[in-house]
């Protein structure tokens, strides 16, 4: 990936809500270079979804739809602060 493919992805974690780039872009500099091309496409997804959507499922009130994407929201939730 390239350093420009790297810094749009950053730019899509900055969601106007800093818990939410925090959380975000914590999993882009830990999680990322470790995943699957599988799992950044789930990762990818996921940012399409609308941040209060986002935000309650992080905070466990409304699960998404989608299993894939549930996953990942649990994964980033576990990761250490």
Same mark, same amino acid.
């Given at each position: 990936?390239?350093?420009?493919?790297?810094?749009?992805?950053? &730019?899509?974690?900055?969601? $106007?809500?800093?818990?939410?780039?925090?959380?975000?872009?914590? &999993?882009?500099?830990? $999680? &990322?270079?470790?995943?699957?091309?599988?799992?950044?496409?789930?990762?990818?997804?996921?940012?399409?979804?609308?941040?209060?959507?986002?935000?309650?499922?992080?905070? $466990?009130?409304?699960?998404?739809?989608?299993?894939?994407?549930?996953?990942?929201?649990?994964?980033?939730?576990?990761?250490?602060?």
């Amino acid at each position: 990936m390239s350093e420009a493919e790297l810094r749009a992805l950053r &730019w899509r974690c900055r969601r $106007g809500m800093r818990e939410l780039d925090q959380l975000l872009e914590r &999993w882009l500099e830990r $999680g &990322w270079p470790q995943v699957s091309e599988h799992e950044r496409g789930v990762f990818r997804r996921l940012l399409d979804v609308e941040d209060p959507r986002l935000w309650r499922a992080f905070l $466990g009130q409304e699960p998404l739809d989608d299993a894939e994407l549930q996953q990942m929201v649990d994964a980033i939730a576990r990761l250490p602060h």
